[in-house]
T-cell receptor, first 111, second 114 residues
Framework: DGGITQSPKYLFRKEGQNVTLSCEQN?????MYWYRQDPGQGLRLIYY???????QKGDIAEGYSVSREKKESFPLTVTSAQKNPTAFYLC??????????FGQGTRLTVV | GNSVTQMEGPVTLSEEAFLTINCTYT??????LFWYVQYPGEGLQLLLK?????DKGSNKGFEATYRKETTSFHLEKGSVQVSDSAVYFC?????????????FGTGTRLTIIP
């Protein structure tokens, strides 16, 4: 099936650790996005990429990093510089008509 | 820049009530408009869309009409069910070569009481 896959579904991070969230799509979309969602809140854009080997900061990029070495993959690293990383993270890809396809999300918890 | 303003929630209705969730937008150009739905613990799913003025998107009993004159795309349903309880997001997209990015509203949480 075509779609977008995030892994893992749940992730626990110790203080001071970097962790990487995976996002893979087989929809052949150029554009991909990472969003953060806090309880009861809307979506906040972390990073987005419109083409391989290029990406732009969103509204809350501090403490996060991304790469886009392949069209299919857009991993997000939550670094130790992110002081409050506990949240629900959503990855999406987007077709040329603007429709977004979302993964099932990764829930990150700091322990 | 582009922006989407949604009706603030939460919204609580009784089953079989009529639903309206307001959405207005600001955009330079001619956007495509979308409604997405998010069920608890999941990602967002496309609910409906409209790509030009006066288009009506519809799905699962929900409807929204693209009104260019009022820059609005309000979501409606004639008779809601408990299973419609979710968070609803309005969004727009404009194709602008080299700067194409989705813009989402803040989301409206809907709870339907039996």
């Amino acid at each position: 099936d075509g779609g977008i896959t995030q892994s893992p579904k749940y992730l626990f991070r110790k203080e001071g650790q970097n962790v990487t969230l995976s996002c893979e799509q087989n929809l052949n979309h150029d554009a991909m996005y990472w969003y953060r969602q806090d309880p009861g809140q809307g979506l906040r854009l972390i990073y987005y990429s419109q083409i391989v080997n290029d990406f732009q900061k969103g509204d809350i990029a501090e403490g996060y990093s991304v790469s886009r070495e392949k069209k299919e993959s857009f991993p997000l690293t939550v670094t130790s510089a992110q002081k409050n990383p506990t949240a629900f993270y959503l990855c999406a890809s987007q077709n040329r008509q603007g429709r977004a396809f979302f993964g099932q999300g990764t829930r990150l918890t700091v322990v | 820049g582009n922006s989407v303003t949604q009706m603030e929630g939460p919204v609580t209705l009784s089953e079989e009530a009529f639903l309206t969730i307001n959405c207005t937008y600001t955009a330079t150009g001619y956007p495509s408009l979308f409604w997405y739905v998010q069920y608890p613990g999941e990602g967002l799913q496309l609910l409906l869309k409209a790509t030009k003025a006066d288009d009506k998107g519809s799905n699962k009993g929900f409807e929204a009409t693209y009104r260019k004159e009022t820059t609005s795309f309000h979501l409606e349903k004639g008779s809601v069910q408990v299973s419609d309880s979710a968070v609803y997001f309005c969004a727009l997209f404009i194709s602008n070569f080299g700067n194409e990015k989705l813009t989402f509203g803040t989301g409206t949480r809907l709870t339907i009481i039996p």
